[in-house]
């Protein structure tokens, strides 16, 4: 899958039939993500007509083609420009998805999540071969996700992330991918993430610091873990 999914912002927000409040849309639309780290660039383009993205393009060569029909979103991981390796197709309930389903590969993995009246996740239950493997809640300050923790359906044990914010304006949620469908993301920028591991003892602290461009948006992200090691570098243009 394509590694810059694991970044869109730490969320992925998705809609259950509520009406959607006040947006958080920055207004941004990203254009190049390059991170450093992983040694990958992608490259997006959107639809003319409504701003969603339609194709995320790979340095690798390989790209991720978005169709959109009816109350359904198709993701597709395209390798070589002809073989699907993966893909998601998310079931909309209204303005935002309510469900995503694995095909190919994936095909035995499920997604079923909750929202507030925001449009912002508050559960998400994950499925594997129709059973419910786990459990992630979200605790929302001020439309900023504060604490997100996962119970391990076999087991009960649990993890937890807990976030501080900034109060800068996020311009890396979902909207400025091109993806509403995905919901609300958070309102402000993350300045540290404090892991949490199932024995209750803090695993990592992660701390992020950026750089903005003229007009107020990311430029630049790093990321560092406790003992001060590089964790990520990305870099972000615009249209």
């Given amino acids: 899958m394509n590694k ?38 992608d490259t997006y383009t959107y639809n003319a ?7 995320i393009d790979h340095n690798t060569g390989d790209k ?17 420009g002809t073989v699907t390796s993966s893909a998601t197709k998310y079931i909309l309930n209204g303005q935002y998805a309510d469900t995503s389903v694995g095909l190919y590969q994936a095909q035995h993995i499920a997604t079923k999540y909750s929202f507030d009246g925001n449009g912002q996740l508050t559960e998400q239950k994950n499925y594997s071969y129709g059973n419910l493997a786990s459990t992630v809640n979200y605790t929302l300050t001020n439309k900023d996700a504060t604490c997100v923790t ?6 009960g044990t649990h993890t937890s992330v807990y976030y501080s914010y900034s109060t800068n304006s996020n311009s890396i949620g979902n909207q400025d991918f091109g993806m509403p469908f995905l919901g609300e993301g958070n309102v402000h920028l993350p300045t540290t993430k404090v892991l949490i591991g199932v024995n209750n003892d803090t695993t990592n602290i992660i701390t992020y610091k950026y750089r903005y461009n003229t007009s107020s948006f990311v430029d630049t992200l790093v990321s560092y873990d406790r003992s001060g090691t590089l964790v990520d570098s990305i870099a972000y243009t615009y249209y």
Avoid: E, P
């Fill in 4 to 41: 810059s999914f694991l970044f869109v912002f730490l969320i992925v927000v998705i809609y259950s039939g509520c009406k959607k409040a006040d947006s958080v849309f920055s207004g941004a639309k990203v254009h190049v993500l390059t991170n450093f780290v992983g040694g990958y660039i």
């Fill in 49 to 55: 007509n409504d701003g969603r993205v339609s194709v």
């Fill in 64 to 80: 991720t083609i978005y169709t959109y029909s009816g109350d359904t979103v198709l993701m597709q991981y395209i390798i070589g």
């Fill in 150 to 155: 996962t119970t391990n359906a076999s087991n």
